[in-house]
């Protein structure tokens, strides 16, 4: 049982490249969610999923795009990269949505240059 | 705009003291979670509640919900230097959950 993985570890970009962060659960967990995390900022949502073919925009959502094809997987797209998304992503899971106990992946630090 | 606003931002003590970590908002929660992060590392549950004026207590770790579920707090008693690290309320509204900006505790042996 791994958890919540997440690939890659680090990744460095150029302004306006794409790429695609991955993210996968292996407890059939319902509930996926992307966060970004910065200095003084905590937290915040960008884009989360109730269950495959199901996605809706948190709190940051421009400038990323999800798709949820399997309860698996939940990859999150940058369409052009900008400096302002050099940033900590998390992915996260859980069972019981309604009560928010969330299982993190080990992030992916983004750096976009 | 934070919904969830956490202080003391920074906490720096020494081995065996007390201290006392706030969540506060404006806002109605149907559950309020802590979580524990290390460098390099995703966030930790440390516990969910849910219910207002609830108390649970984890070892030394106590965490209260207050009776409006507007806000919430975390104690902990006697802190060991294996306490250091990144403290992070979350609430959940409607289908989205929303984070506190931390509080950084250094444990000084």
């Known amino acids: 049982n791994a958890g919540v993985t997440q690939t890659p570890k680090f990744q460095v970009l150029k302004t306006g490249q794409s790429m695609t962060l991955q993210c996968a659960q292996d407890?059939?967990?319902?509930?996926m969610s992307w966060y970004r995390q910065d200095p003084g900022m905590g937290l915040r949502l960008i884009h989360y999923?109730?269950?495959?073919?199901?996605?809706d925009q948190g709190e940051v959502p421009n400038g990323y795009n999800v798709s949820r094809s399997t309860t698996e997987d939940f990859p999150l797209r940058l369409l052009s990269a900008a400096p302002s998304q050099t940033s900590v992503y998390f992915c996260?899971?859980?069972?019981?949505?309604?009560?928010?106990?969330?299982?993190f992946g080990p992030g992916t630090r983004l750096t976009v240059t | 705009t934070q919904l969830l606003e956490q202080s003391p931002q920074f906490l720096s003590i020494q081995e065996g003291e007390n201290l006392t970590v706030y969540c506060n908002s404006s806002?109605?929660?149907?559950?309020l979670q802590w979580y524990r992060q290390e460098p390099g590392e995703g966030p930790v549950l440390l516990v969910t509640?849910?219910?207002?004026?609830e108390v649970k207590k984890l070892k030394r770790l106590t965490f209260q919900f207050g009776d409006a579920r507007k806000d919430s707090s975390l104690h902990i008693t006697a802190a060991q230097t294996g306490d250091t690290g990144l403290y992070l309320c979350?609430?959940?509204?409607?289908?989205?959950?929303?984070f506190g900006t931390g509080t950084s505790l250094t444990v000084i042996p």
């Open positions: 996260a899971s859980t069972l019981r949505w309604r009560y928010g106990e969330q299982y």
């Open positions: 407890m059939n967990h319902e509930y």
């Open positions: 999923s109730v269950g495959a073919g199901i996605t």
């Open positions: 806002s109605v929660f149907s559950s």
């Open positions: 509640v849910v219910t207002g004026g």
């Open positions: 979350a609430g959940g509204v409607g289908n989205q959950f929303y």
